[in-house]
């Protein structure tokens, strides 16, 4: 198990590589100009090119992202050119926002989603089973910026039950350890903020949770049909075991390693897939400040929140796949 995890932490150097020059070459090739974004359509050319120069944006292209792997290496990721802050640590309020969002987004989805799955293979060709895969199909079927606009309209706006937008309310002060907020307010024994934050998570996490709610409702449904048609689930039946310990022992934990699969892919594609929710609900994720950044042509910025959320997206599928061996012990990566 350590040699295959090693091997595949290796594995991600040419891969991160790949993703950076992929990024590097496709953000230069964006018309418009870092300088003119930021000096405004005012500027003069003698403004613009003084400020090219102070960028490094007359060097070569290919001395540019030599620059950059170089920092890259040296863990710095460069500096915005809009506020001339470390990215590194203008980022990661941002991180830190989009990761709670998705967390809370793939716990709910995962619940209902697997809940579903289960009561549609239980009870299959029945009406619960239509019901279950009806919701999925809904589910799966509704745009997240409709669904999103919707909640806000009905639950902001008509009952008043949830606030709209933003993670905390503006009259609420609070000084964050790790920018997650339920967690920080957990952490200080701070109650109302914890309630205030938790507040402004559902309606975001609701409609981000959608999509991924359904995927993982037919996958579950499918995979668990799949494990109960086998031989011995049939010889637990005809030893009289009950009909819930059959399920939620001996099929469910067979028909896991799909679904978790599902799980790992959605949790990555949330991580830097959030930017709708984000945007609609005014989230200060990093989906909307790698958006921001794209329109003010900050190059370092796009360039560094792709790599990150590219590099999360690859860990996130080696845990995965590390777990598959806690759950099947059939697999052993160590004797391959």
Not at 170 to 182: K, S
Request: hydrophobic content about 50%.
């Amino acid at each position: 198990m350590l040699s295959y995890t090693i091997r595949r932490l290796l594995q991600l150097i040419p891969v991160l590589f790949g993703i950076s020059l992929l990024t590097f070459s496709i953000v230069h090739a964006i018309p418009g100009d870092p300088a003119r974004a930021i000096l405004g359509t005012k500027a003069t050319a003698g403004q613009i090119a003084e400020v090219r120069e102070e960028l490094g944006l007359n060097e070569p292209l290919v001395m540019q992202y030599v620059d950059y792997v170089k920092n890259l290496f040296q863990g710095d990721l460069g500096k915005s050119y809009l506020t001339n802050r470390d990215i590194g640590e203008e980022m990661f309020p941002y991180l830190a926002a989009t990761a709670e969002l998705a967390f809370v987004a793939l716990a709910l989805a995962t619940f209902f989603g697997m809940n579903l799955g289960i009561l549609s293979a239980w009870r299959q060709n029945s009406w619960l089973d239509y019901s279950a895969m009806l919701i999925a199909l809904i589910g799966i079927s509704m745009p997240v910026f409709w669904l999103g606009l919707l909640e806000q309209w009905v639950f902001a706006q008509e009952l008043g039950w949830l606030p709209s937008n933003g993670r905390l309310d503006a009259r609420t002060l609070f000084d964050p350890i790790t920018g997650i907020y339920t967690l920080d307010a957990l952490l200080t024994g701070n109650w109302y903020v914890f309630e205030d934050a938790w507040k402004h998570l559902v309606l975001p996490a609701v409609a981000l949770a959608t999509i991924p709610m359904a995927m993982i409702a037919r996958m579950t449904r499918s995979s668990m049909l799949e494990v109960m048609r086998s031989d011995y689930i049939r010889t637990a039946r005809a030893k009289g075991v009950s009909e819930f310990w059959i399920v939620y022992k001996h099929t469910l934990k067979n028909a896991f390693i799909p679904v978790l699969t599902i799980i790992g892919v959605q949790m990555g594609l949330l991580l830097g897939g959030a930017i709708l929710t984000e945007t609609i609900f005014s989230w200060p994720g990093i989906g909307r400040y790698v958006y921001e950044a794209i329109g003010t042509r900050d190059y370092q910025v796009i360039q560094s929140g792709i790599l990150v959320i590219a590099t999360l997206f690859v860990i996130i599928n080696l845990i995965v796949d590390l777990l598959y061996a806690t759950i099947d012990p059939r697999i052993q990566y160590g004797k391959e």
